[in-house]
T-cell receptor, first 113, second 112 residues
Framework: GDSVTQMEGPVTLSEEAFLTINCTYT??????LFWYVQYPGEGLQLLLK?????DKGSNKGFEATYRKETTSFHLEKGSVQVSDSAVYFC????????????FGSGTQLTVLP | SQTIHQWPATLVQPVGSPLSLECTVE??????LYWYRQAAGRGLQLLFY??????ISSEVPQNLSASRPQDRQFILSSKKLLLSDSGFYLC???????????FGDGTRLSIL
């Protein structure tokens, strides 16, 4: 079945450091890929998405490129801020009528001033 | 624009009591609807999803149930809560193909 494997956390960085959170997936066909962010005590917010190979999703300085050859969708940001502290989830969807999401286990990011 | 509402935001219930969590979506029609549970410090577990009124698919056997009495209303219920039902419950909706799911703010449920 489908699965998503995320870099284990927690990840602690200093402000303005470079961020990479690795995400790889296993799925048949051509899934859509997503990154969600969850701030403390809140629900999940869509951060970015990519629906086909070589697409790059970007939002709020975060980027991720859909790499079919390596089945990866790594999240990057050039300079993190304290306000980026949150849990980040990688997810995939194979579409279909149910459009279910398969989530990774989440990566806790803490950015220190 | 579309919005999703969940309530209550926080709930404390004794073991063995019933449960009803409600989720409604505005600004869209015939959405897919989902209930997830997130245990403390862990990922999301899909509990139920619905592709239409009265259509419920269960992903994990448990003492919870879901109903969709109206197009944009999704209810999570239990007749008798267990300690293991504690967690953060999230409702989500999705529109067309390849569209992402959008989440509500969640309900934090504590069982005593």
């Amino acid at each position: 079945g489908d699965s998503v494997t995320q870099m284990e956390g927690p990840v602690t960085l200093s402000e303005e450091a470079f961020l990479t959170i690795n995400c790889t997936y296993t799925a048949t066909g051509y899934p859509s890929l997503f990154w969600y962010v969850q701030y403390p005590g809140e629900g999940l917010q869509l951060l970015l998405k990519a629906t086909k190979a070589d697409d790059k999703g970007s939002n709020k300085g975060f980027e991720a490129t859909y790499r079919k050859e390596t089945t990866s969708f790594h999240l990057e940001k050039g300079s993190v801020q304290v306000s980026d502290s949150a849990v980040y989830f990688c997810a995939l969807s194979r579409g279909g009528s149910a459009r279910q999401l398969t989530f990774g286990s989440g990566t806790q990011l803490t950015v220190l001033p | 624009s579309q919005t999703i509402h969940q309530w209550p935001a926080t709930l404390v219930q004794p073991v063995g009591s019933p449960l009803s969590l409600e989720c409604t979506v505005e600004g869209t029609s015939n959405p897919n609807l989902y209930w997830y549970r997130q245990a403390a410090g862990r990922g999301l577990q899909l509990l139920f999803y619905s592709v239409g009124i009265g259509q419920i698919s269960s992903e994990v056997p448990q003492n919870l149930s879901a109903s969709r009495p109206q197009d944009r209303q999704f209810i999570l219920s239990s007749k008798k809560l267990l300690l293991s039902d504690s967690g953060f419950y999230l409702c989500a909706w999705a529109g067309g193909q390849a569209q992402p799911q959008h989440f509500g703010d969640g309900t934090r449920l504590s069982i005593l």
